[in-house]
């Protein structure tokens, strides 16, 4: 347990920023999973409608630092191939 007032200040500091970042990482993967279900089911208009909030939503994490900004190009490179083979 900290003993001094600003390592237990950290601790809350730190708890918080756990709870939000687990929140945040919840919106990401619903958000790309969703987008996968709807690539998956053959249902490419739906899909191409849901790339650009998808695009946001990682680009926006990788902003925060939730995820790294190689990890959300490379995530956005591989969610746009998928629709793309299926429209090929």
Do not use: C, F
């Amino acid at each position: 347990m900290p003993r001094t007032k600003s390592a237990k200040k950290a601790l809350r500091q730190s708890i918080t920023k756990k709870e939000h970042n687990i929140e945040k990482n919840k919106v990401l993967k619903s958000v790309i999973n969703t987008y996968k279900k709807a690539a998956a089911s053959g249902n490419t208009k739906e899909a191409a409608e849901m790339l650009p909030k998808v695009y946001k939503t990682l680009d926006k994490a990788a902003k925060t630092n939730l995820i790294k900004k190689n990890k959300a190009n490379r995530l956005k490179g591989r969610l746009t191939k998928t629709i793309n083979k299926k429209t090929a």
